[in-house]
Every structure is written in C-alpha cells, then in structure tokens.
C-alpha cells in the first residue's frame, strides 16, 4: 500500500481510492494503532500518505471484487524482486480487467 501511494503521489495522481481485500490492512490504516505494534513503521508511514495533500480513502472489498490484484500477486514469482510496473498490463490479466470494466459479478465463496 505504502509504495503504490507513493508512486501514485509521485505521477501527480491526487484522487486515490485503495480497494484492499485484507480488513486487516484496513482496520490499521483507518484506525488508531500503539505505538508498539511491530508494523507501526510502516503503518504509520501508509497514515501520513493517505491522510496527505489529497483526496485518498481506503476500504476493505472482498476477494472477488479484487481478481486483477489477485492476478498480479500469482504472478510476483515469476518476476524479479522489487517494484515492477507494467505499461501496458500482461496479456493474462487483460480478460479479468474486461470482466472487471463491466462489472461482471463473481460468487462469493463462504466457508461451511
């Protein structure tokens, strides 16, 4: 989260909206941490980002909303370590971006 709002931040993009599939990544960006938990760093680093000179929101989307994302972690093993962006999005990910352009509904998997 921490580096996509800096990139985002840095390509002049003041209108965020972070869609993220963990609550708990959520519930720690939008509420008040102690200072000793162990992520705090990092935490605290995502809190000046969101709450900077822009219009920035987090909120939580289950997993199903989130396919492309989901994609894209599969593939982090094939890449090299680091940020990779990507001009033009990879051909295994252009169907699921389709899909998401026009709202396609996915059924969401509860467990028994």
Not at 1 to 25: P, Q
Not at 32 to 47: E, R
Not at 53 to 58: E, F, I, Q, T
Request: aromatic letters at 6%; one cysteine or more.
């Amino acid at each position: 989260m921490f580096w996509g709002l800096s990139l985002a931040w840095d390509a002049g993009i003041r209108v965020v909206e972070i869609e993220c599939d963990s609550i708990v990544a959520v519930d720690l960006n939008n509420n008040p941490t102690g200072a000793n938990h162990p992520l705090s760093n990092v935490i605290n680093c995502c809190k000046l980002k969101i709450h900077g000179d822009w219009n920035c929101v987090v909120h939580h989307i289950y997993r199903e909303m989130n396919t492309a994302a989901d994609a894209l972690a599969a593939m982090c093993a094939d890449l090299a370590p680091g940020i990779q962006i990507f001009d033009l999005p990879p051909t295994s990910l252009i169907e699921t971006l389709a899909a998401d352009a026009i709202g396609t509904s996915r059924p969401r998997l509860l467990p028994l």
